[in-house]
């Protein structure tokens, strides 16, 4: 597996492939990788020919209060677990790279951003549509593959390709799970011991709220009050929003319909730490 | 010359040419063309092997109370042209491709943007800068061909290009000029036959202050005073801006300096028509 830090040499590197008529896979992270990262690179050998995984924790999507400081960061560890992975490339820019001096340039994304995540991260969602539209121009993909536990960044990414014509196809991969149910996640490693034991209740609270519309549960808000009631049992959460939402655009009918692909969104505080998770069901 | 409507085939048709090792310049226009595009044409094909014209007409980049509508168009004339001009494919895409439905992104260009035709145009370099950076998704060239007549927008443009790291080169050509010196411009079919014979005018206000800063003249306002003087002598014109600024980043100082590229910028009325004009001196 090559290591590349500059974008003229990523662009060549994709310009020579995509020369020799093979196709390229991009895997965007920002590192400290675990097993959801590591499938995305496996599905990316499934369509692709070469797969190059970015690495960059982009400063432009987090907040001043929030944890660009102290997200875990490991080249080394990131980089023996990718060439295992069977990642062909390794593209990890500096900040001066992907923001060169004088950068004045934000992709602005409206609708989709605006709710959940939106709400509580509100500049959140266009730092990664112009960070992964950025990423796009220097690994010129066929394809880009993202993890579904980042549910509505998915859609943001398709609103993205999609506004912007971008020739990319752009590929949703399950979420990856710890044998306990939590949603593997760089942002796991905050959890002291005890957290840790109480984190798969987001999992288990979807699975309750899952359950009900199973056994024909339509009321949107009767829905998320399963979820919510459940979260707060253990009297250990901050819940910034327990909901369920239409799959596709995020619209918030007060009934689901049947035949309907709805998707159950968690996202709260277990102590210091923002946890979030999501399932997607068809009614 | 082939003709384009879809953004697909268009990319298509990029793909293929990229694949045979061969290199792409873009000329993105607005239609109803002049000796100005053409000339872009030709130096496309001393750049790379195919030139791809685009012409779209941008909704996006009018304000509601601007020309959108009464924008000339006669695409039977201007594919003549093009194809004489040696353009190798005309891309004419329509609204509902360049701007899908539900479409909700935007690129936004700060600093740059702000000032001159920002300031009387709020919305227009978002537009401009967010329909060039689809038409550059869509024909994915090696080299962007620009016209020096909208001087600010190929700084804009640069700027674009350099913070999303399109791998693209912009080639920014000469203003093509009538032979009494009028920039030419699609708009300037708006011109009373009265109006045509003073629209020289401005190209002759930039050649009074390019006469003085030869002279020696360096203070920035006394150079403005001398082109703002000259246009309104002929009591025709309302000034919308008649300035000078550093080349590269359109900043204000008291003084220029010598050595320092500047350009002379002006935009006015005359009657219901808006003309610019600029120039670029090297002190």
Redesign the interface.
């Known amino acids: 597996m090559e290591i590349i830090r500059t974008?003229k040499e990523i662009?060549n590197i994709s310009?020579n492939i995509?020369?020799s008529?093979k196709t390229i896979a991009c895997v965007p992270t920002m590192g400290y990788l675990h097993e959801g990262h590591l499938s995305l690179v496996k599905i990316g050998k499934t369509k692709a020919d070469y797969v190059i995984t970015t690495l960059f924790v982009n400063p432009t999507q987090f907040a001043p209060n929030e944890d660009f400081d102290k997200y875990p960061r490991d080249l080394e560890r990131d980089s023996k677990l990718l060439s295992d992975a069977g990642s062909d490339f390794l593209f990890v820019p500096s900040a001066n790279e992907?923001y060169?001096n004088g950068?004045?340039?934000?992709?602005?994304?409206?609708?989709?951003s605006q709710s959940y995540e939106g709400l509580f991260r509100p500049i959140h969602f266009n730092g990664v549509?112009t960070v992964v539209?950025?990423l796009f121009?220097?690994t010129?993909p066929h394809y880009g593959i993202f993890g579904q536990k980042d549910f509505q960044q998915s859609l943001v990414i398709k609103?993205?390709v999609?506004?912007?014509?971008?020739?990319i196809e752009i590929v949703v991969a399950p979420i990856v799970r710890e044998t306990d149910g939590l949603a593997r996640s760089s942002r796991n490693i905050y959890l002291s011991q005890e957290e840790r034991k109480l984190a798969p209740t987001l999992n288990l609270a979807i699975h309750q709220a899952t359950k009900a519309i199973e056994n024909g549960e339509r009321n949107r808000l009767a829905i998320n009050e399963i979820m919510k009631n459940y979260i707060e049992n253990t009297k250990a959460f901050k819940i910034d929003y327990a909901s369920s939402a239409d799959a596709t655009n995020l619209s918030e009918p007060d009934f689901f319909e049947s035949g309907q692909e709805i998707v159950l969104l968690i996202a709260a505080y277990l102590g210091k730490t923002r946890l979030i998770d999501n399932n997607i069901i068809k009614i």
């Open positions: 974008v662009q310009d995509r020369k008529n992907i060169p950068y004045d340039t934000e992709i602005n994304i409206k609708g989709i549509a539209a950025k121009n220097s010129k609103q993205l999609r506004d912007m014509l971008f020739d």
